[in-house]
């Protein structure tokens, strides 16, 4: 067995980089294909045949493009504090509070994740339009948090059950109120947790296409996803590949950006509650 250990390394880290580069390819020929420009967007190349930042100019000054990117960070900052807020309150009375049905409001919760998002969505589009907020900021912040809450419920109430009850029973005893106990006990042990939940919750949101494209019909009020999905070349025949590229360089960045600052939180965050101490 010593003799194949080295063999079974290399074999590990081969299958690593193989995997690896699958998954960053496509990323890494998107960005090469943003730098290039006419016909050489079509000569399949590893490395590009000339840098240009044309379609990054013609992104950057395309008619609403930065407001695009202003509402899907606005829509999903807001999803993400809406849904955390109330998964961290819920999660508190699922782990915490006994009472008759619990396990099945946690199943139905389970279920409610797993529907597709077509399933819905002519019954959601019946209550943003009772509610007259259909074309504004306010019908995907609904839509998206309705979509959010079951998953970050699910998890928080994970973690949440595993904190210790001595550390909740001695807080009672000191007059600590249920809401203390949520916001100054238990949430700064939860923050793995909120984190990850949190940076899914954005990621999903900011990455959503068809509540989007069908709760929003102005150019002010469409969110990155539909904005490039909707841009258009010189000609109805003509699909304008290198600005496409460039638009979805540009908001893939971020997110990347995110996950490398917040990795080790996200890490904690999904392996906390695996082991019982």
């Keep these: 067995m010593s003799r ?19 998954a960053v390819f496509p990323f890494y020929y998107a960005v090469m294909t943003s ?30 493009f930065i407001r695009s990117v202003g509402n899907s960070v606005l829509i999903a900052g807001v999803t993400v504090v809406c849904a955390l807020f109330l998964a961290v309150t819920a999660s508190y009375a699922l782990a915490r509070v006994r009472f008759r049905g619990r396990g099945l409001l946690l199943m139905t919760i389970l279920a409610v994740s797993m529907f597709p998002q077509i399933a819905v969505l002519s019954g959601l589009y019946e209550l943003i339009k009772l509610f007259g907020i259909y074309n504004t900021p306010f019908a995907l912040m609904l839509s998206y948090t309705i979509f ?7 998890v928080l109430t994970t973690f949440m059950r595993d904190l210790p009850v001595e550390i909740e ?27 990850t939940t949190g940076l899914l919750a954005f990621i999903g949101a900011w990455n959503e296409f068809l509540f989007a494209l069908t709760f929003t019909i102005s150019e002010t009020e469409r969110t990155v996803p539909v904005a490039i999905a909707l841009l258009s070349g010189a000609s109805v025949q003509e699909i304008p590949w290198g600005p496409i590229m460039a638009a979805s360089v540009i908001v893939t960045v971020p997110l990347i ?21």
């Design 35 to 64: 730098f290039e420009t006419g016909t050489a967007i079509f000569s399949p190349n590893i490395l590009p045949e000339m840098f240009s930042l044309d379609n990054y100019a013609s992104v950057m000054n395309g008619r609403n």
């Design 4 to 22: 194949r250990t080295p063999f079974w390394t290399v074999m590990f880290y081969l299958g690593v980089a193989l995997i690896v580069l699958i």
């Design 169 to 195: 029973e001695a807080a009672i005893v000191d007059g600590a109120t249920p809401w203390i106990i949520i916001t100054q006990v238990f949430m700064p042990l939860l923050w793995p947790a909120l984190v």
């Design 257 to 277: 950006i995110l996950v490398l600052i917040f990795q080790r939180k996200i890490v904690a965050g999904l392996t906390a509650g695996g082991v019982k101490g």
């Design 148 to 154: 959010t809450l079951p998953f970050t419920v699910w």
